[in-house]
């Protein structure tokens, strides 16, 4: 019999009343004939009010002592959704995360998977039980202490256990029916998108389209996991939610997006973070060994490097731009500042007001273009790009954060997305 993860997130499992509205989603694919595994996130709100008394009770707290107490939210809605599974008919049993056992490191409060026992799991199902298991925690197996996967992670905890049990796919409940082609808050013309590839889907979720957590998606791709992400807050019953072809949109590998269309898209979606910084290093000696010294310190100093940029050299001095995250850059500009002796640059600047605007597409990789498109498409509406970075399936373009959503629509526009 085919298997399915479902996944149920805060706003899903936020009262009993919307408990109960998930348990029937799980009575439909059981009476669809599906052996089930759910995967739930705590109520809405939990985790941030367990995680805020663990601050309370002391800045300094031990984080195996945090992972015990921010773990204990899925625990309480992992059983609530037994009992309400069980008071419908079904059979159901909750798991927590030691119980698979889930074994991950033991980097509290970010801990990693690195294995999930299928065998008690697998024979749960089989013999028509609906294992509810509670998401974002697991056990270091070492210490039998409890641990959780960092925030978001049961994502990532039913991707797992949708390899672990070779499910047919993954369906990931939330509060919105899909991935749109950009966000439609900004542009009211986004499309849901029936189908998008993982590389693609990372590219969308690490620049802000907030829908899953970016490990999760990895996992998925990793293992060719088919994740489908939906709305939980539809009629569970309704003819078009039994549609899956309809109802959400299909994570999934390049070759099946290529199977289901007659025609390729070139590009799937527009993404944007506003979340960044630029610093550049102006006049520092063109002679090797400088892009380590520039970057070198800013990694040991944990700061995370995105769009990098260096001039073609006159009079054998050049210039470095790049990008780190809003948050860390004061931190850049002094970790430079104290790596002058090496780098000897003359002056470090940098701006916050900007933002990074990608163009996503695995269609790019065969047709060409598409850049130029952009940047004439830009230069009309008077856009100044501040710097361009391209992979084989991405362009992105650092502009002045004012022109943000004028660049995402134009660019939206541009490529035909507009529905
Ligand atoms: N409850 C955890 C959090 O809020 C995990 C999750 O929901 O994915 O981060
Ligand atoms: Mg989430």
Redesign the pocket.
């Known amino acids: 019999m085919a298997r399915l993860v479902m996944k149920f997130?805060?706003t899903s499992v936020a009262n009993i009343e919307r408990i109960r509205n998930v348990a029937r989603h799980v009575k439909r694919e059981v009476e669809a004939g599906y052996q089930v595994a759910v995967v739930v996130?705590?109520m809405s709100g939990k985790?941030n009010e367990l995680v805020g008394w663990c601050k309370d009770a002391s800045a300094l707290y031990d984080p195996r002592e945090y992972d015990a107490v921010v773990a204990s939210?899925?625990q309480v809605t992992s059983g609530l959704l037994a009992i309400v599974l069980q008071e419908m008919g079904l059979s159901a049993r909750s798991w927590q995360g030691w119980q698979l056992p889930i074994s991950t490191d033991d980097a509290h409060g970010s801990a990693r998977i690195l294995d999930i026992d299928s065998e008690k799991l697998g024979a749960a199902i089989d013999g028509g039980q609906v294992a509810v298991i509670a998401?974002?925690q697991g056990i270091h197996l070492p210490t039998g202490r409890l641990t959780t996967l960092g925030?978001?992670?049961?994502?990532t905890s039913a991707v797992a256990v949708a390899a672990a049990l070779k499910a047919e796919r993954c369906d990931i409940y939330t509060d919105v029916d899909g991935v749109y082609t950009t966000d439609p808050r900004v542009v009211p013309k986004a499309r849901r998108l029936d189908r998008i590839a993982f590389e693609e889907m990372l590219e969308m979720a690490s620049l802000g389209a907030k829908v899953l957590q970016v490990r999760s998606v990895e996992l998925a791709m990793v293992h060719n996991v088919r994740t489908f992400v939906r709305s939980s807050l539809v009629d569970p019953d309704a003819p078009e939610t039994a549609n899956v072809e309809k109802a959400g949109t299909l994570i999934c590998d390049e070759e099946e997006i290529v199977a289901n269309q007659m025609e390729s898209q070139v590009v799937t979606g527009i993404a944007f973070s506003k979340d960044e910084a630029q610093v550049s290093i102006r006049r520092v000696a063109d002679k090797p060994g400088i892009a380590a010294a520039v970057f070198g310190p800013l990694a040991d100093a944990h700061i995370n490097v995105d769009m990098i940029v260096q001039n073609v050299s006159a009079d054998g001095f050049t210039d470095i731009t790049f990008t780190v995250p809003t948050a860390d850059f004061e931190r850049a500009k002094a970790v430079i500042e104290k790596a002058r002796d090496t780098i000897a640059h003359q002056v470090v600047e940098g701006a916050t007001d900007v933002t990074k605007v990608s163009v996503i597409g695995i269609g790019m990789r065969s047709h060409a273009g598409v850049a130029a498109q952009a940047f004439q498409a830009l230069a009309g509406k008077g856009i100044n790009i501040r710097a361009i970075t391209t992979s084989e399936i991405k362009i992105s373009f650092l502009i002045d954060a004012a022109y943000t959503e004028l660049a995402v629509r134009t660019l939206h526009s541009l490529y035909g997305l507009d529905s």
């Open positions: 997130g805060g996130s705590a985790t939210g899925e998401g974002f925030r978001g992670g049961s994502d």
